[in-house]
């Protein structure tokens, strides 16, 4: 079955490790019959949630005028949602952050909440793993909290510069799971 994929990117380096394996991940997908909308967070201009509990109550899902908006009803219609990054001091990157924060506006409208997959790929420069710790949890919670079930996660440790992914199976892994989809 065709599902439509939003996949969120968060790093600025356009040829960096992470959105190397979101075009994995996205190749992927795409074999598999499914549409896949990318979204790069580094691109978008999202301002902070301010908590104001005014979400979809102006015909948007925020009353801020900015970025959010437009790809809100994305998310929203969409039957599976991917995380691509690279850890950025011991956490998800400000982008993706800023976007994350404003799925409040499906929480508490109860609009884009349950039924949906959703998985996670990241890297970062550090040896070990446990440095993506933080990012997992922010993820798992996320997901948990939407009721959004988690088809798997791409953690990849030991990458920094340009092309280091290639060491690794990080593509591969990007790939196959596309496959749970």
């Not at 380096?13 to 992927?28: C, D, H, L, P, V």
């Not at 979400?55 to 969409?78: H, L, R, Y």
């Not at 079930?149 to 280091?164: I, Q, T």
Request: proline letters at 3%; charged letters at 25%; one cysteine or more.
């Amino acid at each position: 079955m065709s599902k439509k994929i939003i996949v969120f990117t968060s790093s600025a380096r356009k040829k960096g490790n992470s959105n190397a394996m979101a075009e994995a991940f996205i190749t992927a997908a795409e074999v598999q019959g499914h549409r896949v909308i990318r979204i790069d967070t580094a691109d978008l201009m999202v301002k902070p949630c301010l908590g104001c509990k005014q979400c979809f109550s102006k015909g948007q899902a925020c009353v801020v005028q900015d970025d959010f908006n437009k790809i809100a009803p994305e998310v929203e219609t969409a039957d599976g949602v991917v995380f691509v990054l690279p850890l950025y001091w011991y956490a998800l990157p400000a982008a993706l952050k800023a976007v994350l924060d404003k799925f409040y506006a499906f929480y508490i409208s109860h609009r884009g909440v349950g039924g949906k997959e959703c998985a996670l790929i990241a890297c970062c420069e550090e040896l070990d793993a446990t440095a993506m710790s933080g990012v997992k949890f922010a993820y798992r919670k996320s997901a948990e909290l939407l009721e959004w079930e988690s088809v798997g996660e791409v953690l990849v440790p030991g990458v920094d510069v340009l092309g280091d992914i290639k060491k690794t199976d990080g593509e591969a892994q990007a790939a196959a799971l596309a496959k749970k989809f």
